[in-house]
């Protein structure tokens, strides 16, 4: 038996980095007030300039690889599709032309409004992506549930998550298993699709079942005692650093925003 | 007194034409190990969700009868109350893994977290228990990456690890190999001989005749023979209910056909050992006597064998003697 392994649980869950080890709800207050103060600034300098912090901060986490890849392409494929329409409308700001695509002019004006849509476009998306990819869904629960959030609301979350993990998972066997019978599963799109709806039949009512079985089971698991939980896994809570740190930035948010309607209200 | 009482119960799964349970009467009593056996689609797992009060409270459909937990109507019970009492291994344990726990250990815990037992003796009684159930190289892995006979293990473990008075186990063996077999019912045993009322559901009718204290046979949703083991198990009749016999039984029944019955029906191996000695000792022992008669000294010499005490000489076993207790 590894003791260590068991040992662990009598003292709080860290993994020894400084981000990771931040209790979810101070993770989350930072990175939704970063996302939303991209919004609010709405200049491409400052958002662009997080988003390169969300790569040094996914990276210090040890998840730079994965955020990148889902970051990435949302980077071309918003940025992409923000920048071309931007491109097609508003023609009365449109004055400095950049260059010329095959007789399409590009013009700068509209490229900045583009770049400082994208950049707080991905800064809020960063900010969250960042937050759930350094931070585990069960985590995040438990400080729900900290704050009141009921052990049900809490099951049905993390048990969805992992419904999705099953269902890809049968829904590949059920594939395969049409293949080996001799339907056709591989080629173009169509064939796919067309390979695919027989599968959502047996894939519905397995996963029906299996849940009617599941609420059984969990049941037998005194799931629906009326007691006060233990929880073996236990994260730190709050320090009062963590609790500075968070206003710092709900407060800064708070200036930002201030700062903004002032401006505009002088303008 | 009964724990369990069933008197008349029938019952018929929503839309369903014929009953799953037909007229089921019986009591179970605390501290008695039953086994369940017969055929498949005979009732068994029904009669389970009977007594553990899933029927009528998670099975609607309709049910007739009584079913009394506890000097309680299951009727009335509530069903988180009757989940702390009676534990419940299901016959799939494919759905028994909560599939919110990312590591063995915690899914083992998950009961007693429920439960509000305190941290230190979670840790104490999962240690424990997955060391019986021999799932302690698992306790780090993913619960949902398990093969069938080791979510079995874990799905036991889950439950045992709470320690109800009564258990129903649904066929807990049927993804284990003879090796995991033993080790779940050696952990069965110890169960029992720790006062728990157990209820099992199983086919391997070898290990039901070693263990079980009664049992019942189900068919066509009704019971069709039930009583103490060795009544039950001995009986060829047994066979016409769809249900087997134990091998030692089968042995027994054949000595018979053969015309050297044993005194009775073995229903174990260690039983039947010990019937085939004690036949072979009779056979000698009546071989030995004709030819000892044939001789005086041989007489003599047979009744110093078989009556080794005398109040005059005392003790004298193959011709040595031991003085008798002096008179006080
Ligand atoms: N959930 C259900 N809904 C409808 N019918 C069921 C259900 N479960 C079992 N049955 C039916 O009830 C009968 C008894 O089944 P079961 O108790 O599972 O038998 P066993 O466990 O002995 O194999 C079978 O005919 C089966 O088809
Ligand atoms: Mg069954």
Do not use: L, Y
């Given at each position: 038996m590894d003791m260590q392994f068991v040992n662990s649980f009598k003292s709080y869950q860290k993994v020894g980095n400084f981000w990771c080890d931040l209790y979810p709800l101070t993770k989350m207050i930072i990175c939704f007030s970063v996302g939303l103060s991209t919004i609010v600034v709405a200049d491409w300098r400052y958002g662009f300039a997080w988003c390169l912090f969300y790569f040094l901060f996914a990276a210090l986490a040890g998840c730079g690889k994965k955020f990148a890849k889902v970051f990435l392409v949302l980077f071309v494929v918003i940025g992409l599709f923000l920048t071309v329409i931007r491109q097609i409308g508003a023609r009365d700001v449109n004055t400095t032309v950049m260059f010329s695509l095959f007789g399409w002019k590009w013009h700068l004006e509209s490229f900045v409004i583009a770049m400082n849509i994208n950049s707080y476009m991905l800064g809020f998306a960063g900010a969250v992506l960042l937050f759930f990819n350094t931070t585990a869904m069960r985590d995040i629960m438990y400080s729900f549930e900290m704050l009141g959030v009921s052990h049900e609301t809490s099951f049905i979350m993390l048990s969805s998550m992992q419904n999705i993990i099953d269902l890809r998972k049968t829904s590949v066997t059920i594939l395969e298993s049409q293949k080996s019978r001799g339907i056709e599963t591989d080629g173009n799109v169509f064939l796919r699709i067309k390979a695919f709806f027989p599968t959502i039949g047996p894939l519905m009512l397995g996963a029906f079942s299996s849940t009617e079985e599941k609420s059984i089971a969990m049941d037998a698991r005194a799931f629906s005692v009326d007691r006060k939980h233990t929880y073996i896994r236990e994260l730190e809570p709050m320090t009062g650093k963590e609790k500075l740190l968070s206003a710092a930035f709900v407060v800064a948010l708070v200036a930002l925003l201030a700062a903004r309607i002032l401006l505009s209200i002088l303008k | 007194m009964a724990f369990i009482e069933l008197k008349n119960a029938t019952y018929k799964y929503p839309y369903t034409k014929e009953p799953a349970l037909k007229d089921v009467s019986y009591s179970f009593e605390k501290g008695k190990f039953y086994g369940i056996i017969g055929e498949n689609g005979g009732g068994k797992t029904t009669l389970c969700n009977l007594m553990r009060g899933l029927i009528p409270h998670f099975y609607l459909g309709k049910l007739t009868g009584e079913a009394i937990i506890d000097g309680v109507d299951v009727r009335e019970w509530d069903t988180a109350e009757i989940s702390a009492q009676i534990g419940y291994v299901f016959q799939?344990?494919?759905?028994?893994?909560?599939?919110?726990?990312?590591t063995v250990f915690e899914e083992v815990a998950m009961g007693l977290e429920n439960l509000g037992v305190p941290k230190d003796e979670i840790l104490d009684r999962v240690c424990q228990v997955c060391r019986q159930l021999k799932i302690e190289d698992l306790i780090k892995n993913n619960p949902n990456e398990l093969s069938g006979g080791q979510r079995q293990r874990v799905a036991f473990a889950s439950i045992i690890v709470?320690?109800?008075?009564t258990l129903i186990i649904d066929e807990p063996t049927s993804q284990l190999d003879p090796e995991g077999t033993e080790d779940v019912f050696e952990i069965i045993h110890t169960l029992k001989g720790r006062g728990k009322t157990l209820v099992l559901v199983e086919h391997k009718i070898d290990l039901i005749a070693e263990y079980c204290d009664e049992i019942l046979v189900m068919q066509h949703g009704s019971i069709a023979a039930s009583g103490p083991t060795k009544k039950i198990l001995s009986d060829l009749s047994v066979l016409d209910k769809g249900a087997m016999l134990p091998g030692a039984a089968i042995f027994g029944h054949e000595m018979q056909r053969a015309g050297k019955p044993l005194r009775e029906i073995p229903i174990t191996v260690d039983e039947a050992a010990a019937l085939v000695a004690e036949r072979g000792k009779a056979e000698w022992q009546s071989r030995l006597k004709t030819r000892a008669l044939a001789t005086p000294t041989g007489l003599r010499r047979w009744r110093t064998l078989t009556s080794p005490y005398s109040p005059a000489s005392g003790w004298r076993l193959w011709g040595r003697t031991a003085p008798a207790r002096p008179p006080a």
């Open positions: - | 799939n344990p494919f759905t028994q893994i909560s599939g919110i726990k990312e709470m320690d109800p008075e």
